[in-house]
């Protein structure tokens, strides 16, 4: 069965940093993608960004990147120069690749402080 | 382009009525997703749809029903609502099987 594992209930950056928010999965499949979502207060769903499991280089929108560490089952998200609109939940997410069902983390709340 | 859109955005019921959560999308997707979102969890699929006229089960299914007569829009009911149905409901549609999912604003669900 997949999993997604999220270790960090909320994390504090201060403006400007960089931070990193965990994310480990459990898949025997050898063919899946991976997802960061972002849900601020207002409660929509944004889509940050995917990495597929054969992609050979780490994907990267603009301030976001994603780590990926296959070996070790990471897909750990790098949010650089931090900005107060960051604030928010962050859901790390996997699918297997032809599947329906998307697996969601717990979440990490982070809050940037000014 | 308005993406993906959900109707209403909160609702109040009690025990045992009924109600239907409308979702709409105009980026002519053929894959369309209900999950219901609560705290501490992620995110939970409850039904899905592989194109009109189709649906299939998710994660969590049960007290759920839902219908996708035309592609644009996807509907999901509650025929007797229950407290433990308390909860956010997200549609989210993609273009293919696989493909990221982009998510509509939410519907807040409160049973009494």
């Known amino acids: 069965a997949q999993k997604i594992t999220q270790t960090q209930p909320g994390m504090f950056v201060q403006e400007k940093e960089a931070v990193t928010l965990d994310c480990t999965y459990d898949t025997s499949d050898p063919s899946y993608g991976l997802f960061w979502y972002k849900q601020p207060s207002s409660g929509e769903m944004i889509f940050l960004i995917y990495q597929g499991s054969y992609d050979q280089q780490n994907a990267t929108e603009g301030r976001y990147s994603l780590n990926f560490q296959k070996a070790r089952k990471s897909a750990n998200l790098v949010i650089s120069a931090s900005q107060l609109g960051d604030s928010a939940m962050y859901f790390c997410a996997m699918r297997l690749t032809g599947g329906f069902k998307t697996i969601f983390g717990a979440g990490t709340r982070l809050f940037v402080k000014a | 382009n308005a993406g993906v859109t959900q109707t209403p955005k909160f609702r109040v019921l009690k025990t045992g009525q009924s109600m239907t959560l409308l979702c709409a999308q105009d980026?002519?997707?053929?894959?369309m997703y209900w999950y219901r979102q609560d705290p501490g969890m992620g995110l939970r699929l409850i039904h899905y749809s592989v194109g009109e006229g189709t649906t299939a089960k998710g994660e969590v299914p049960d007290g759920y029903n839902v219908s996708r007569l035309k592609k644009q829009n996807f509907l999901l009911g509650l025929e007797s609502a229950a407290p433990s149905q308390t909860s956010v409901y997200f549609c989210?549609?993609?273009?293919?099987?696989?493909?990221?999912?982009?998510f509509g604003p939410g519907t807040r669900l409160l049973v009494l």
């Open positions: 980026m002519n997707h053929e894959y």
């Open positions: 989210a549609s993609s273009l293919l099987r696989g493909e990221t999912q982009y």
